[in-house]
């Protein structure tokens, strides 16, 4: 189906990745530890990503859009091993602890209290394993009002005050995406990389705690400084930015959206001049500033519309790019899959799966002294043997745990 891609073949270097030798346990599931735990699997970790037995993590039934396997679990799981543990279980300790004996890093996003009520919270298990570090993700935080509520991405995206400025005036919209989610991940990532230097120094191993909702609050910052001190909060407006204009979405006469920005005077006077060829609307007060723009833009709305239904989008952004102009496409899923930008700096790669090999994007951030350790999305309890024959179980102490349910 992607057959005009251009693949990358990562090459092999002589240079490791930076957290090669590192192990990182993962009792983990849904989006946030999974995206963070991801990213330390290709920068080099061997990450053991623990589920449960016969359902695994829930995120494996999220849809079955790729080649019958979840969407969600392909993006936030492959490059790890899978094996599969049922906590309730009364041998399930001894596996954990002899995991935990070599372990760098222990990622988890149980519910709330689940893993303290296990002994795996940082003050039980510091004295026992002094160099490990231990990340939380929970919804709300482990204390406080919020600690014990459920805490799903759109809830937190409402909690966080994001749906009071995305959408237009009379509806709000939540992200497309799992912001929330992201968000924390992408915190706790960068709070594992800081630790793990930090251990390099002391020697020791630290606790990190991340929320949901205090990583989404973080990338909150321009609409709640917007909002200082009781001031008027950012208003939804739609595609468009709430207080730069020219700068959102607009039609072209072959029925195609596009995306502009004007950020200062000059610009706005070149897409006069040169895009628009408007006599005397650089004159015009109503637009003669941002702010000025900004308050009259249904006006100035109808007025570029007007003038972009007469040319196709082809056209308008050659006007755009002659007169320095940024814009973009509005690129539906289809149009991503097919970028010619992602294509030209082959981004695109194969993973295997259970399903066979899929398309898979390269982690951002190419680095040039060593190339990212991906590899295949892992069906559920995959690595179970292999791991514990590892942790020096025998074949037959294997089958007892299986028939015992522990594995």
């Keep these: 189906m992607y057959g005009t891609y251009a693949w990358r073949e990562i090459p092999m270097t002589d240079s490791a990745p930076p957290l090669d030798g590192l192990l990182v346990i993962a009792l983990e599931h849904a989006i946030a530890a999974p995206l963070c735990t991801r990213q330390l699997a290709e920068l080099g970790a061997r990450v053991i990503k623990i589920e449960r037995r016969e359902q695994g993590d829930f995120a494996r039934h999220y ?183 020219p700068y959102g979405v607009f039609r072209s006469g072959d029925d195609k959206l596009l995306m502009l920005g004007i950020q200062n005077q000059r610009e706005w006077m070149s897409f006069c001049r040169d895009v628009l060829e408007v006599e005397g609307l650089t004159s015009d007060q109503r637009f003669a500033s941002n702010s000025a723009r900004s308050e009259s833009r249904e006006q100035l709305q109808a007025l570029i519309q007007q003038q972009f239904d007469k040319w196709s989008a082809v056209e308008i952004v050659e006007r755009l790019d002659a007169a320095q102009i940024a814009n973009a496409n509005a690129n539906d899923m289809a149009a991503v899959w097919d970028h010619p930008q992602l294509r030209a700096l082959k981004r695109f790669i194969e993973v295997d799966s259970p399903a066979g090999p899929v398309t898979a994007l390269q982690p951002p951030g190419h680095n040039n002294s060593y190339d990212p350790a991906i590899s295949a999305v892992p069906g559920l309890g995959q690595h179970t043997e292999s791991i514990l024959t590892g942790l020096g179980y025998s074949a037959e102490q294997i089958s007892q745990l299986k028939s015992a349910g522990v594995v």
């Design 63 to 245: 849809d079955s859009r790729v080649n019958d396997l979840s969407s969600h679990f392909v993006w936030t799981n492959r490059s790890k091993e899978s094996l599969t543990l049922d906590l309730k279980q009364d041998g399930a300790a001894n596996v954990l602890s002899r995991l935990l004996a070599d372990a760098d890093v222990l990622v988890q996003n149980l519910a709330p209290n689940a893993a303290a009520r296990m002994g795996l919270s940082f003050t039980d298990l510091h004295e026992t394993h002094p160099r490990l570090i231990v990340c939380n993700i929970t919804g709300y935080g482990d204390s406080g009002p919020y600690a014990s509520k459920k805490a799903y991405d759109l809830l937190v995206q409402a909690e966080a005050g994001f749906l009071s400025v995305t959408g237009t005036a009379d509806q709000p919209v939540k992200s497309g995406i799992s912001i929330a989610d992201i968000a924390a991940g992408m915190q706790a990532h960068t709070a594992i990389l800081a630790a793990l230097l930090q251990r390099q120094r002391s020697g020791l191993g630290s606790c990190i705690d991340i929320s949901m909702l205090e990583a989404m609050v973080e990338w909150m910052g321009f609409p709640l400084y917007y909002a200082y001190e009781g001031g008027t909060a950012p208003t939804r407006s739609g595609a468009d930015h709430a207080s730069i204009y």
